[in-house]
Nanobody, 119 residues
Framework: QVQLRESGGGSVQAGGSLRLSCAASEYSYCMAWFRQAPGKEREGVATHQGNGRTTYADSVKGRFTISRDNAKNLFLQMYSLKPEDTAMYYC?????????????????WGQGTQVTVSS
């Protein structure tokens, strides 16, 4: 059972930056960040595979960077934040070899950390 704990959320003005962290209890080959805004579906933001491959949602490309340290903990550096980035951000881990955008492919989820961007 992989335990995930997110931190680093907060309130910032548009154009600001935040760095989210996800502390994992053990290694998972695929880890990802998802987010869910009020009244909307949970959506994938970025994925990171153990071989170093990363993918990003079109809405965050060029502004967000996903990374890991010692292959276990996960980070999301967010720049140029927009009000539409406001959401609860979740860390997820998958037993599958390749990361996907499908929520059902992720076995483990954290409790989330809130990001609020004001205009």
């Amino acid at each position: 059972q992989v335990q995930l704990r997110e931190s680093g959320g907060g309130s910032v003005q548009a154009g600001g930056s935040l760095r989210l962290s996800c502390a994992a209890s053990e290694y998972s080959y695929c880890m990802a960040w998802f987010r869910q805004a009020p009244g909307k579906e949970r959506e994938g933001v970025a994925t990171h595979q153990g071989n170093g491959r990363t993918t990003y949602a079109d809405s965050v490309k060029g502004r967000f960077t996903i990374s890991r340290d010692n292959a276990k903990n996960l980070f999301l550096q967010m720049y140029s934040l927009k009000p539409e980035d406001t959401a609860m951000y979740y860390c997820a881990a998958s037993s599958w070899v390749d990361c996907t955008w499908y929520r059902s492919d992720y076995n483990y989820w954290g409790q989330g950390t809130q990001v609020t961007v004001s205009s």
